[in-house]
């Protein structure tokens, strides 16, 4: 078992940049498929994107493509979400999550994770 805990949320301005961290305990770090989710009020919790094992290998929400980037650090177990160019539509609790499947590119669903963390808030206004 992995024990996620995100970090980094907080109330910016339109237009700012942000960047998440999601530190993990437990288990072999790198054993894991990262992802990063979102769920805003009366929403589904919507995909941003997900890494792989090693870090070669990030898959990426068609809409958010261009603006975020992942990353992680298996040294530090810590996965890292980059947000640019944040909007109000981006207000939402954020969540990291790993997954024991063997290909990122397999992990672009809710379903396909095993860990959650406690999600961090991020707020955008105008």
């Known amino acids: 078992q992995v024990q996620l805990v995100e970090s980094g949320g907080g109330l910016v301005q339109a237009g700012d940049s942000l960047r998440l961290s999601c530190a993990a305990s437990?288990?072999?770090?790198?054993?894991?498929?990262m992802g990063w989710f979102r769920q805003a009020p009366g929403k589904e919790r919507e995909f941003i994107g997900t890494?792989?094992?090693?870090?070669?290998?990030?898959y990426y929400a068609d809409s958010l493509k261009g603006r975020t980037t992942i990353s992680r650090d298996n040294a530090k177990s810590t996965v890292y979400l980059q947000m640019n160019s944040l909007k109000p539509e981006d207000t939402a609790v954020y969540y990291c999550?790993?997954?024991?499947?063997?290909?990122?590119?397999?992990?672009?669903?809710?379903?396909?994770?095993?860990?959650w963390g406690q999600g961090t808030q991020v707020t955008v206004s105008s």
């Open positions: 999550a790993a997954s024991l499947l063997r290909s990122a590119a397999q992990a672009m669903g809710a379903k396909m994770y095993d860990y």
């Open positions: 890494i792989s094992w090693t870090g070669g290998r990030a």
């Open positions: 437990g288990r072999t770090f790198s054993n894991y498929v």
